[in-house]
């Protein structure tokens, strides 16, 4: 199995940037499809972004196209999620997520393999 650790999260003010990093350990880095997901107080996790195992497809929900760019670093094994523009609603704990069936999955319940997550605050 593959290991996850966030980092990065913190508060910024909306408009502002952010940059969310996942370390694996495990099984080779390679093997995964890698995935962000986030949680809000009182709603359920959602699907924010993800990246193929080869990197060439990514994948994103409506609500961060254009502002959210995921991205992948096999040789340090790591993950990364570049925010910005952020705004209130984007105010969650941020989950790294890991799978071998598809980048293009959505639900929580399709990736095996989840971080601790990280959170992100966003002033007004």
């Known amino acids: 199995q593959v290991h996850l650790l966030e980092s990065g999260g913190g508060l910024v003010q909306a408009g502002g940037s952010l940059s969310l990093s996942c370390a694996a350990s495990?099984?080779?880095?390679?093997?995964?499809?890698l995935a962000w997901f986030r949680q809000a107080p009182g709603k359920e996790r959602e699907f924010v972004a993800s990246?193929?195992?080869?990197?060439?497809?990514?994948y994103y929900a409506d609500s961060v196209k254009g502002r959210f760019t995921i991205s992948r670093d096999d040789a340090k094994a790591s993950v990364h999620l570049q925010m910005n523009r952020l705004e209130s609603k984007d105010a969650a704990v941020y989950y790294c997520?890991?799978?071998?069936?598809?980048?293009?999955?959505?639900?929580?319940?399709?990736?095996?393999?989840w971080g601790q997550g990280t959170r992100v605050t966003v002033s007004s």
């Open positions: 495990g099984r080779p880095f390679s093997w995964y499809n």
């Open positions: 997520a890991a799978n071998t069936g598809g980048a293009w999955l959505t639900q929580s319940n399709e990736y095996s393999y």
């Open positions: 990246i193929s195992r080869n990197g060439e497809g990514t």
